[in-house]
C-alpha cells in the first residue's frame, strides 16, 4: 500500500511511474540490490532472490536457467505465475454506453485531475473482478481436481473457478466482489463464465484520463479464456457484457509470460495508510483548486 501512495502522490504531482518501475522499486526493497538486478538465480527449493522478476535483466536470466524456450508442456496444465501487471483492458474499444451506462459513468467522475477521489480503491475496497484482471501485479493458477485456484498478488486474494460440473447461479443469493465463477474445457481452451459481481466495484479506471472509472451492474457477466501456446505463454481473453451499460460486449485480447521459479508477494491494501493518504493528498489539492 505504501508503494501505492506513491503512485498516487506522483500522479497528483504530473510524475509519472511506470508499473514495472513499481514492481523494481518493490523488488528492491526486500533485499534484491539494484545494484546487481542480474544476480544469479538458483534453481531448486528455497527462498528465492526474485520472487517476481521485475526487470528485462532478472527475466532474461530466469528463463535461460530454467529453460523456459522449447521447454515441453501440457497445454492443460495453466499451472504456475503469469504476468507481471495485468492485462490492461482494450480502452480503444469500448463499446457504445446505454443512456443508463452514461449516467452511471458519468457519476463517477473525479473531483481532482489526474487521480480519481471516487475510487474504492483509495479506501482499500476490493477491486472486484475482472478489475483484478487488468490490475494485479501477477497471478498464479493452481489445478486442483474440482476447481483452479487463481491468486493475486495485489491484495493477496483469490478466487474459485469451480470445475465440478456446477452452473452459475440463476438467482445468486449475493452479489461478491470476485463473483460466482465455473470453468470447463473447450479443446486445449480453458473458459470461465462469471456472473453475480458487486456493484460498488468498477470494472477498471478510465485509464484514458484517469477522472472516470468503468461501471457495471448486476447483470454484468464475464467470459474469460486461456489457452497456453507454449510453455512460457498464455494467450487470454475476456469478454464483459452487461446490457445495462454498454450496448455490446467489451473484449480484450492479449499475452502474459510464465514467470519461471517465481513466487507471488504479500501486497496489501492497509486502511490506516489509505486513510492518512486521503487526508494529506486528496485535501491538499482540493486545496490546490480553490
Partial sequence: M??????????????TLSPVALAQERTFGRGVSPTQPDKELTPGPGWKTCPRCTNDKQFKAAKETYKVEGHSFDPRDLSGVWGNNGLELDVRNVPPFTP?????????????????SKDGMLICDPLGYPRWFAYNYGFQFVV???????????????????????????DPPQQRWMGYAVGHWEGDTFVVEGSGFDDRSWISEDRRNRVRGFPHTEEMRTTERYRR?????????????????FTKPWTTKGKVDLLPNAELWEYF??????????????????????
Avoid at 145 to 150: G, K, T, Y
Fill in 2 to 15: 505504501r508503494n501505492l501512495i506513491i503512485v498516487m502522490i506522483l500522479a497528483l504531482t504530473g510524475v
Fill in 100 to 116: 443508463m451506462g452514461e449516467r452511471l459513468f458519468e457519476a463517477t467522475r473525479s473531483e481532482i485531475p489526474t487521480t480519481n
Fill in 144 to 170: 486442483l481436481p474440482d476447481r483452479v485456484l487463481q491468486f493475486f498478488e495485489f491484495g493477496h486474494t483469490w478466487r474459485d473457478i469451480w470445475t465440478d460440473g456446477r452452473a452459475l447461479p440463476a
Fill in 229 to 245: 501456446t507454449s510453455y512460457g505463454t498464455l494467450e487470454a481473453e475476456l469478454t464483459i457484457t452487461d446490457p445495462k451499460v
Fill in 269 to 290: 491494501c492497509v486502511p490506516s495508510e489509505s486513510e492518512e493518504y486521503n487526508k494529506r493528498m486528496i485535501e491538499a489539492a482540493r486545496r490546490s483548486k480553490e
